[in-house]
């Protein structure tokens, strides 16, 4: 019903920035909830952040908040996060994520999912 994929990743250095994509396509994107998860190597996948249909609202985790921004352009079908003030814990795969529900903020309330984007911080 919809399709995601990811772009922006890359290498940077501590402190960098950089600009993630989430392209969606199929049903109306407008109307799913999205959200921003990553995970490393060795660790479960970790909740990063969320976006209410129309982006009024969103939710992050408490290290990220501060650093991590989630927006959507709902006329463009995409998703971003922009990511400053990086650190090497950062180093993740991203994957955007959209719900059936009204609102989702956990890992299992997640439907459909992109296939990642490699971002690596160096210190």
């Known amino acids: 019903q919809v399709q995601l994929v990811e772009s922006g990743g890359g290498l940077v250095q501590a402190g960098g920035s950089l600009r993630l994509s989430c392209a969606a396509s199929g049903r109306t994107f407008s109307s799913y909830p999205m959200g921003w998860f990553r995970q490393a190597p060795g660790k479960e996948r970790e909740f990063v952040a969320g976006?209410?249909?129309?982006?009024?609202?969103?939710y992050y985790a408490d290290s990220l908040k501060g650093r991590f921004t989630i927006s959507r352009d709902n006329a463009k079908n995409t998703l971003y996060l922009q990511m400053n003030s990086l650190k090497p814990e950062d180093t993740a795969v991203y994957r955007c994520?959209?719900?059936?529900?009204?609102?989702?903020?956990?890992?299992?309330?997640?439907?459909?999912w992109g296939q990642g984007t490699q971002v690596t911080v160096s210190s």
């Open positions: 994520a959209a719900s059936r529900l009204s609102w989702a903020t956990l890992v299992f309330q997640y439907d459909y």
């Open positions: 976006i209410t249909r129309n982006g009024g609202n969103t």
